[in-house]
C-alpha cells in the first residue's frame, strides 16, 4: 500500500488538476469562435444535435461497460499495447493541431511556407465525393515533428508529463471541434451524461476500474507525492477528459451566444467558467472528506446549467438562450429542424414526420458570410 499522501501534495495535485482542466475549456472556447467562422473544410466544426446528445451517453455506457468486459477477459498488457498505439497516432495529430497557432509566431517573415492539401475521394463524374479534404502547409509539418518527438516519450516512458500533453490537446479540440447546436441540445446531453456519472461510479465499479486499468491519455493525471519523490511520483490524482469536454463544449456554446447578443459582454461565458471552477471544487471537496472517488458531472452539470440559467432568467434572455441556434451559423449546410411538429399517434410517426421535412427537396443555397 502507498504511504498516504501529505496535505501539501494533495493541494498541489488537486490544484494542479484545476489548472490544467480550466486552460483547455478556456483557450478551447475562444478557439471555437474562430472555428465557427472558419472557411478551411479541414477545420470545420461537428455539430452535435438533440438526437445525437439523446444517444451519446448510451453510446458511453457499452463502450465503457465493452471496456470493463476486455480488460477482465483478456490480458490487460496486449490491450493497453494496441490502445497505446491508436492514442499515440491521434495524440500527434491533436496536438500538433493544438501547438500550431502558437508556433506560427516563432516562425521568421521569410520562412519557406509551401502548401498543400491531402485528399481523397469516393466515386468519379458527378457522383464523386470527398472522404478526406486535409489542407496544411510547411509549419503545420514542422509542429507535427515536435508533437511526435512528445508522443515517442509517451510511447516508450508512459511518463505523466506526455500523458498530460497529450490529454490536454484532446480536450482543447474537443470544445474547440464539437459543437453544439443549441443550447436544449446541451441541457440534454449533460443531463444523460449526469445520470451515466453517478449510475457507472456509485452503482458499480467500472468506471473506478476501467479508468485504472486504461493506460491511454483519456485522463489528466497529478502525483500527490511530488515534493517527495519528484518527477519519479507515481500516487495521482486524476480527472477524466469527459468532465473537462463535455461542460467544456457547453461553456463555448454559451460564448458563441455571447458573441451572438452583440451586446460586447461575455457575461454567460464568464458565468458558467466560474460555475465550472466551483462544481470542480465541490467535487474535489466531497471526494477529501468521504474518501470516495466521485463523479464531477454530478456538481459540474447543474451548476454549468443553473448558474447561466439565472443570469438569463435575471435579465430576461432566456427565450433568446434556448432560440439561439449555433449551428445556423456554422453550417448552414446541414439539414435540422426549426422546430418540432405536432404529430399524434406512435414514436414511429413522429419519426416518419420529421423525416418527410429533411427529404423535401431543397433549392441550391449560395455561402453566406458568417454573422458571428
Known amino acids: ?20 482542466a480550466l486552460l483547455p475549456i ?30 451519446f451517453p448510451i453510446v458511453a455506457s457499452c463502450t465503457l461497460l465493452g471496456l470493463y468486459l476486455f480488460f477482465k477477459i483478456f490480458s490487460q498488457e496486449y490491450i493497453n499495447l494496441l490502445l497505446s498505439m491508436y492514442f499515440f497516432v491521434l495524440g500527434i495529430l491533436a496536438l500538433s493541431h493544438t501547438i500550431s497557432p502558437m508556433m506560427n509566431r516563432f516562425f521568421p517573415a521569410n520562412f519557406p511556407n509551401k502548401q498543400y492539401q491531402l485528399l481523397f475521394t469516393q466515386g468519379s463524374g458527378e457522383s464523386k ?32 508529463i506526455a500523458n498530460n500533453l497529450f490529454g490536454l490537446a484532446f480536450s482543447l479540440n474537443g470544445v ?19 445520470i451515466y456519472d453517478v449510475f457507472w461510479v456509485f452503482g458499480t465499479n467500472v468506471m473506478v476500474t476501467v479508468a485504472k ?30 468532465d473537462i469536454v463535455i461542460p467544456g463544449i457547453f461553456i463555448a456554446l454559451l460564448l458563441r451566444f455571447d458573441i451572438s447578443l452583440k451586446k460586447n459582454t461575455h457575461t454567460y461565458f464568464y458565468t458558467s467558467f466560474v460555475a465550472y471552477i466551483f462544481g470542480l471544487g465541490l467535487t474535489i471537496f466531497i471526494m477529501h472528506i468521504f474518501k470516495h472517488a466521485q463523479p464531477a458531472l454530478l456538481y459540474l452539470v447543474p451548476a454549468c446549467i443553473g448558474f447561466p440559467l439565472l443570469v438569463a432568467l435575471a435579465k430576461g434572455e432566456v427565450t433568446e438562450m434556448f432560440s439561439y441556434e449555433s449551428s445556423a451559423e456554422i453550417l448552414p449546410h446541414t439539414p435540422r429542424l426549426t422546430h418540432f411538429p ?28 458568417s454573422a458571428m
Not at 184 to 189: K, P, V
Not at 347 to 365: G, I, T, V, Y
Request: proline share 6%; with cysteine.
Open 342 to 369: 405536432t404529430v399524434s399517434g406512435s414514436p414511429a410517426s413522429l419519426a416518419d414526420s420529421m423525416q418527410q421535412k429533411l427529404s423535401c427537396p431543397r433549392r441550391r443555397r449560395q455561402q453566406s458570410p
Open 213 to 242: 486499468s486504461f493506460e491511454a491519455p483519456i485522463k489528466l493525471v497529478f502525483p500527490q507525492d511530488l515534493l517527495e519523490k519528484g518527477l519519479d511520483a507515481d500516487n495521482f490524482a486524476m480527472l477524466g477528459l469527459g
Open 176 to 194: 474547440e471541434l464539437l459543437h453544439l447546436n443549441n443550447v436544449s441540445t446541451g441541457c440534454i446531453l449533460l443531463g444523460g451524461l449526469f
Open 1 to 20: 500500500a502507498r504511504p498516504p499522501a501529505t496535505p501539501e501534495g494533495m493541494a498541489l495535485a488537486y490544484g494542479s488538476l484545476v489548472l490544467m
Open 129 to 160: 465525393e470527398e472522404i478526406v479534404n486535409y489542407e496544411f502547409d510547411t509549419k503545420d509539418l514542422v509542429c507535427l515533428a515536435l508533437s511526435s518527438v512528445v508522443g515517442v516519450w509517451y510511447l516508450l516512458r508512459k511518463h505523466w
Open 26 to 55: 478556456f483557450f478551447g472556447a475562444l478557439r471555437s469562435v474562430s472555428c465557427a467562422k472558419s472557411k478551411n473544410s479541414s477545420e470545420m466544426p461537428e455539430t452535435i444535435t438533440s438526437r445525437d446528445a439523446a444517444r
